[in-house]
């Protein structure tokens, strides 16, 4: 039988969504039996929403002063510590996870299965590599224990409507000193989250510059959207990089996508390609994003965006 | 600082499209464009710059791979590494094992940083940094856009979700780069030249005592679900209207 261990993100306040599509990748597992770990300085309140995901066992904590920012050198002995009483460990494929869980791995004498998109057994999943343009079925071996992010993208949030049993880890290990937390910069924002936002309006480069690229947050905003951008756009300074979506930023899956002068780029489509709707908005009618566009424009941006951001405010 | 130690890994070239071959056993290399995976070539670049700056007294690139993973190097040797090595291996092999090989590597040279990619594009893994610094039990600093070295401390800004984190790092240590590090530099025609002369060495991984990991098995391959080409429409009201009709707004 499966028992798995997720790993648990958080902001040290609130739970992260990507928790809980862990919790569906796992649940993918016959048998699986799931146990959710948060390490954190304090892990009250994070447990409880951890304890509410449908599906889960258990809630164990690891409350410690050195858990108060995430950091991968000082949370993964304490995952390996635990891994023992598991035949998977499964985090999710956000930053946190893609720091954290290769050096569980490492530390663990294993490989790390990254960004499962499809269960097809409890040691066989499907993965994509090159930038999505193939996808492997990989097989790790039965008798190790697995190690693996969960493509978040790919999974739908477990409902909330449990309550497991909330318990502290022994999750005890020599911790290091060598890795400290400064500080974290981002731009403060009212907007909804770039990675769980039904809807994503996103410019391009053809934005031109920061003032302009006001065209795409006033169409979010009629729309209750998060933005997002090209890597051209976060380059060119018209925009924050956490804003990136595309294989080096945020894999995303919205109900709809509104891109706006970005011209479609293979590294761009790996972040959409699970998007419900997309719209293209683009005034060369050849740009590849329109291969893929459910829905195409070809018009110029600055002509139709004010006139679109009326029409769909009423 | 002593020794800098970077990975070059040789994948198809990020402008290719590749394409998965019909009998699904692998994708398509033959005659397809390779080069140095895009991240690595922003890690030599900040590794020379941290050089060029006077912190570091040599740059020590480093493949993994088959001989022509040769060309890569000697690329990297135009940009301006002192030296390279070609851990020649056949056939795939498994991050924890690449993991190992370059530990083996960093204890040999007394290496206090080792730069690496945040990914490699090809199998997209995001492994080998974190592994490395694991088993070689020294900091990590992965994603980063932003490196400072102070005497024996390295700052680093990491791109992560929410922002832009800051970390303090001692070392040795491993650091992953991100796309927004830097811009690497042109390779000119002297360069070229030059490089010929620098001293590429080849080691066989039985040299570094080093044993492959359990690996995990490619079992197929297959093209991703592919998207259809959908509608146009002339003008916002169309938009609009499609807008409506799929229930979208
Ligand atoms: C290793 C690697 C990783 C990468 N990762 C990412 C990633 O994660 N995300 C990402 O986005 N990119 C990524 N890239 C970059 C990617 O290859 C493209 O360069 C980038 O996506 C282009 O951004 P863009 O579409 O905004 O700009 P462009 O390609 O310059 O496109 C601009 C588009 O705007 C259109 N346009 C111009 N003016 C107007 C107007 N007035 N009205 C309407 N349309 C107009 C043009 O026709 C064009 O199609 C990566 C590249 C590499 C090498
Ligand atoms: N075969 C290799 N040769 C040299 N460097 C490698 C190799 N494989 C991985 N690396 C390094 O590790 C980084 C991350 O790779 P990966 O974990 O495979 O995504 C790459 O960007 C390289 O810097």
Same mark, same amino acid.
Not at chain 1, 189 to 192: H, K
Not at chain 2, 118 to 127: E, L, V
């Given at each position: 039988m499966a028992k798995v261990l997720i790993i648990a993100e958080h902001d040290g306040s609130a739970l992260n969504p990507a928790t809980a599509k862990c919790v569906s990748c796992a649940a993918a597992i016959d048998g699986a039996e799931i146990d959710v770990l948060v390490l954190a300085a304090s892990a009250g309140e994070i447990a409880a929403q951890a304890a509410?995901?449908?599906?889960?066992s258990r809630v164990l904590t690891a409350e410690r002063? =050195? $858990?108060e920012h995430a950091l991968a050198a000082v949370q993964a002995p304490q995952v390996a510590a635990l891994a023992?009483?598991?035949t998977h460990v499964i985090g999710p494929s956000t930053t946190f996870g893609r720091d954290l869980m290769p050096r569980v791995a490492a530390l663990c004498g294993v490989n790390q299965v990254t960004d499962?998109?499809?269960? =097809?057994?409890s040691h066989t999943f499907k993965r994509p590599i090159y930038a999505g343009n193939a996808i492997v079925t990989v097989e790790a071996p039965g008798d190790a224990l697995l190690v693996a992010t969960a493509r978040v993208a790919s999974w739908p949030a477990a409902a909330a409507g449990n309550s497991a049993p909330i318990e502290a880890a022994a999750a005890d290990a020599d911790l290091p000193t060598h890795t400290r937390y400064v500080g974290i910069e981002s731009a403060a924002?009212?907007? !909804?989250d770039l990675q769980t936002a039904s809807r994503v309006v996103a410019g391009g480069?053809?934005?031109?510059?920061e003032e302009q690229f006001q065209l795409v947050y006033q169409l979010a905003d009629v729309l209750g959207a998060a933005v997002g951008a090209s890597r051209a756009a976060v380059d060119a300074g018209?925009? !924050? $990089?956490?804003l990136q979506v595309g294989q080096t930023g945020k894999i995303i899956a919205p109900e709809l996508y509104i891109a706006i002068g970005?011209?479609?780029?293979i590294q761009h489509m790996t972040g959409i390609k699970d998007a419900g709707t997309i719209v293209a908005i683009n005034k060369? =009618? =050849?740009? !590849?994003i329109f291969e893929v566009a459910d829905v195409g424009l070809v018009a110029d941006l600055f002509a139709v965006m004010p006139e679109l951001t009326a029409a769909l405010s009423n | 600082m002593d020794k800098i130690i970077v990975g070059l890994k040789r994948v198809v070239d990020y402008n290719v499209r590749v394409q998965v071959k019909s009998d699904g056993s692998g994708v398509e290399t033959d005659g397809v464009k390779m080069s140095i995976n895009p991240f690595d070539e922003i890690a030599l670049e900040e590794a020379l710059r941290i050089k060029e700056a006077g912190n570091a007294s040599e740059v020590i690139a480093v493949s993994i791979g088959g001989s022509d993973a040769q060309q890569q190097l000697r690329t990297g040797l135009a940009m301006g590494a002192d030296r390279a090595i070609l851990v020649k291996v056949d056939g795939d092999i498994d991050p924890l094992s690449v993991a190992r090989i370059f530990k083996a590597l960093a204890e040999k040279e007394g290496a206090e940083l080792v730069m690496l990619g945040?990914?490699?594009?090809?199998?997209?893994?995001?492994?080998v940094p974190q592994m490395l610094a694991a088993i070689w039990d020294r900091p990590q600093a992965t994603f980063a856009s932003g490196v400072s070295i102070d005497g024996n401390v390295a700052k680093v800004v990491r791109e992560v979700d929410a922002g832009l984190e800051t970390v303090e790092v001692d070392l040795p240590a491993v650091i992953s780069v991100d796309l927004r590090l830097n811009e690497p530099r042109y390779v000119k025609l002297p360069d070229i030249m030059k490089a010929k002369k620098k001293p590429l060495d080849e080691i066989a991984l039985a040299d570094l005592s080093v044993e492959a990991g359990p690996t995990i098995k490619e079992l197929a391959f297959a093209p991703p679900d592919g998207r259809q080409r959908g509608i146009k429409v002339d003008d916002v009201a169309g938009l609009v209207s499609a807008l409506k009709e799929k229930g979208l707004v």
């Open positions: 509410a995901i449908d599906g889960v002063p =050195e $858990n023992g009483d598991y499962i998109m499809a269960v =097809e057994g924002s009212d907007r !909804p480069r053809a934005l031109g510059s018209y925009c !924050p $990089n956490e970005i011209s479609g780029a060369d =009618e =050849e740009a !590849p | 945040k990914q490699a594009i090809d199998d997209d893994s995001t492994q």
